[in-house]
């Protein structure tokens, strides 16, 4: 059952999962009912257009999200992109729901939050930890790893035969961005919901990379091979393709962290979240493959 008479608001409904989960929550709840929360006032009219009001908050602007949140009941806090400067981001975001009486937080925290090695994972641990002293009823929703990370890269492995990477023979239990917002929306958009939850949250399937390339290169019909090194090694490499420093060094962590099966889980509770099998990562593979234009 879902709850149709709650205000929601969806933060960083600008960007891929904010959109996905508005427009997942619009299939749900009457459009009236959500306020999308966007911090460029250019990044509202496409949202508007599908009936949704928008409000202008940023996460670093404590005043804004006050006047944002007036009125809402169910809050989905989408974690920032801003690396480094989330946990105060979040910070600020818990503290005006507080203050304004919102009566639910889901979070979209990090795969085994409490666990996780990866470095990815302190801000979120910080975050969730903010969440719990304010008081406010709570869902974690620990996602892990999008497909659409590892396909964004099949372009390239498809010219150069090769794959690179850190993560070892770790597996990766990833699921769309679409999985993800479906699963955030069942569980914000719930009539009851079970108070305080942690939902680890990840693709019913996992693969190792060499997997994961060997689904490459049957789709593509071209040899394409995992390519291990050390982490030190695909930081430089990653460096060496464009990437700033910061953001080659937490990609490689990551890997590294897979090596450690951090962004394994076979829980399936995604899958059941949502009502239906997670998006088979083999046709993701698939899809990005024809998309590239290699076949
Ligand atoms: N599980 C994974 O594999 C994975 C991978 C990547 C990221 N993530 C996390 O999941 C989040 C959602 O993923 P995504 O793919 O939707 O990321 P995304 O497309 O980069 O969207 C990030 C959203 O955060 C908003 N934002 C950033 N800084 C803000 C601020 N100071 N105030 C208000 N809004 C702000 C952005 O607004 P603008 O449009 O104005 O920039 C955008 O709407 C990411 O932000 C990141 O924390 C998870």
């Given at each position: 059952m879902t709850n149709q008479t709650a205000k929601y608001l969806v933060t960083g409904a600008s960007g891929q999962l904010g959109r996905l989960a508005v427009t997942e929550l619009a299939n749900k709840v009457p459009a009236g009912n959500i306020v999308a929360l966007v911090?460029?006032?250019?990044?509202a009219a496409s949202l508007e257009a599908l009936g949704i009001e928008v409000r202008i908050g940023d996460y670093g602007d404590p005043v804004s999200l006050e006047k944002a949140f007036h009125?809402?009941?169910?809050?989905?806090?989408?974690?920032?992109?801003e690396v480094g400067q989330r946990a105060a981001q979040h910070a600020n975001v818990v503290s005006a729901a507080h203050k304004t009486g919102i009566g639910f937080i889901a979070y979209t925290s990090i795969l085994h939050a409490d666990t996780s090695?990866?470095?990815?994972?302190s801000e979120h641990r910080e975050t969730e930890a903010a969440i719990k002293a304010s008081g406010i009823p709570y869902a974690f929703l620990r996602n892990g790893w999008y497909t659409e990370n590892r396909t964004g890269s099949i372009a390239p492995a498809i010219e150069h035969g090769a794959y690179p990477g850190?993560?070892?023979d770790g597996r990766t239990s990833s699921a769309t961005r679409q999985d993800f917002a479906e699963g955030a929306v069942a569980v914000l958009s719930a009539e009851t919901t079970e108070p305080n939850a942690v939902y680890e949250l990840a693709g019913d399937e996992s693969y190792s990379m060499t997997e994961f390339a060997s689904a490459i290169s049957a789709a593509a019909g071209k040899p394409v091979s995992y390519s291990d090194m050390s982490e030190s090694e695909f930081a430089s490499l990653l460096e060496a393709a464009g990437l700033p420093g910061p953001i080659a060094a937490m990609l490689a962590d990551s890997d590294a962290g897979t090596a450690k099966?951090?962004?394994?889980?076979?829980?399936r509770t995604l899958s059941r979240l949502i009502g239906r099998p997670t998006t088979s990562w083999r046709d993701s593979v698939g899809e990005a493959v024809t998309a590239s234009g290699a076949i």
């Amino acid at each position: 059952m879902t709850n149709q008479t709650a205000k929601y608001l969806v933060t960083g409904a600008s960007g891929q999962l904010g959109r996905l989960a508005v427009t997942e929550l619009a299939n749900k709840v009457p459009a009236g009912n959500i306020v999308a929360l966007v911090r460029r006032p250019e990044a509202a009219a496409s949202l508007e257009a599908l009936g949704i009001e928008v409000r202008i908050g940023d996460y670093g602007d404590p005043v804004s999200l006050e006047k944002a949140f007036h009125g809402i009941d169910r809050l989905l806090l989408i974690s920032s992109s801003e690396v480094g400067q989330r946990a105060a981001q979040h910070a600020n975001v818990v503290s005006a729901a507080h203050k304004t009486g919102i009566g639910f937080i889901a979070y979209t925290s990090i795969l085994h939050a409490d666990t996780s090695p990866l470095g990815l994972a302190s801000e979120h641990r910080e975050t969730e930890a903010a969440i719990k002293a304010s008081g406010i009823p709570y869902a974690f929703l620990r996602n892990g790893w999008y497909t659409e990370n590892r396909t964004g890269s099949i372009a390239p492995a498809i010219e150069h035969g090769a794959y690179p990477g850190a993560a070892g023979d770790g597996r990766t239990s990833s699921a769309t961005r679409q999985d993800f917002a479906e699963g955030a929306v069942a569980v914000l958009s719930a009539e009851t919901t079970e108070p305080n939850a942690v939902y680890e949250l990840a693709g019913d399937e996992s693969y190792s990379m060499t997997e994961f390339a060997s689904a490459i290169s049957a789709a593509a019909g071209k040899p394409v091979s995992y390519s291990d090194m050390s982490e030190s090694e695909f930081a430089s490499l990653l460096e060496a393709a464009g990437l700033p420093g910061p953001i080659a060094a937490m990609l490689a962590d990551s890997d590294a962290g897979t090596a450690k099966g951090a962004l394994e889980d076979n829980s399936r509770t995604l899958s059941r979240l949502i009502g239906r099998p997670t998006t088979s990562w083999r046709d993701s593979v698939g899809e990005a493959v024809t998309a590239s234009g290699a076949i």
